[in-house]
């Protein structure tokens, strides 16, 4: 008791700002300012390129998983849509909970096989997206072409559906 008392609120470790490499660990806004880790990759294009290209494979794996995994049912439905694959809804989710989502206090009706998620479809845009331009970047120029006809799908599917 007596050390909270005299303790002068939490420690950097305690707030989880003490991961870095040594003297360059993160520092609340407002301190000196201190080069962290992660600005390598922001200062150096050729650090860049080996970073993305190091976690290239494994985030297209999981990138192809999400896709396979999460896909929602567009033609069994009969839906006017303009991709007949690129819809997606949350599996695995309850009347009460998402968790997935990121969103698991929203309020959703009783789970069916036939939802689509606006958030899961604006979500995949988006990584999609950004899968394309890692792909451009590394110079994965077909896995760029593909990226840009899935995103256009899945951007159509979210005007269309």
């Not at 008791?1 to 470790?13: D, E, H, R």
């Not at 490499?21 to 390129?49: C, F, H, W």
């Not at 206090?105 to 998620?117: I, Q, V, W």
């Not at 958030?119 to 990584?127: E, R």
């Amino acid at each position: 008791m007596a050390a909270i008392a005299t303790s002068k609120g939490p420690s950097y470790q305690d707030l989880g700002l003490d991961f870095g490499l040594g003297s360059e660990a993160q520092v609340p806004i407002g301190s000196s300012p201190i080069a962290t880790a992660g600005n390598q990759y922001l200062d150096s294009s050729e650090e860049a390129l080996s970073f993305l290209t190091s976690i290239y494979k494994p985030l297209k794996r999981h990138y192809d998983w999400f896709r396979r995994t999460q896909r929602g049912q567009i033609k069994q439905y009969a839906r006017k849509a303009r991709s007949r694959t690129e819809g997606y809804r949350w599996r695995g989710r309850s009347e009460l909970h998402v968790l997935t989502s990121g969103m698991d206090d929203y309020p959703r009706g009783p789970p069916h096989a036939g939802e689509l998620h606006l958030d899961l479809i604006s979500w995949m845009a988006f990584f999609t997206r950004t899968m394309k331009e890692i792909a451009g970047y590394i110079g994965e120029t077909d896995d760029e072409i593909t990226f840009a006809g899935i995103e256009t799908a899945i951007l159509g599917n979210i005007d269309g559906l």
